[in-house]
């Protein structure tokens, strides 16, 4: 499956966002996903999954109760919403597809096999 990340953006502090992942390839539904960011100089770090269906989902302790991250199979894409931004959420984004079972979800990056090139979200103070 390729991914491909779209919706970043320059927004002030407490604005949001949409991040969107469409896919192309087959199977796109049988597929655990799951988003990741990195910021400037940092590592990449888990942001939120969810399973095949949508019906299990974590979340990073930094972006609980203000991200939401939910699919439309039939539509082959992958969503963020963002809401609330703080300058600290700056960062690329990227989504990603699991290698193992669309049973549940992933928080490791080290789960994910297929990958996104990234969008770019900048939240100004």
């Known amino acids: 499956v390729q991914l491909q990340a779209s919706g970043g953006g320059l927004v002030q502090a407490g604005g949001s966002l949409r991040l969107s992942c469409e896919a192309s390839?087959?199977?796109?539904?049988?597929?655990?996903l799951g988003w990741f960011r990195q910021a400037p100089g940092k590592e990449r770090e888990f942001v939120a999954a969810?399973?095949?269906?949508?019906?299990?989902?974590s979340y990073a302790d930094s972006v609980k109760g203000r991200f939401t991250i939910f699919r439309e199979n039939a539509e082959a894409t992958l969503y963020l919403q963002m809401n609330s931004l703080k300058p600290e959420d700056t960062a690329v984004y990227y989504c990603?597809?699991?290698?193992?079972?669309?049973?549940?979800?992933?928080?490791?990056?080290?789960?994910?096999?297929?990958w996104g090139q990234g969008t770019l979200v900048t939240v100004s103070s």
């Open positions: 390839g087959r199977h796109f539904s049988s597929y655990a």
């Open positions: 990603a597809a699991a290698g193992g079972s669309g049973g549940t979800y992933y928080t490791g990056a080290y789960d994910y096999r297929y």
């Open positions: 969810i399973n095949w269906n949508g019906g299990a989902s």
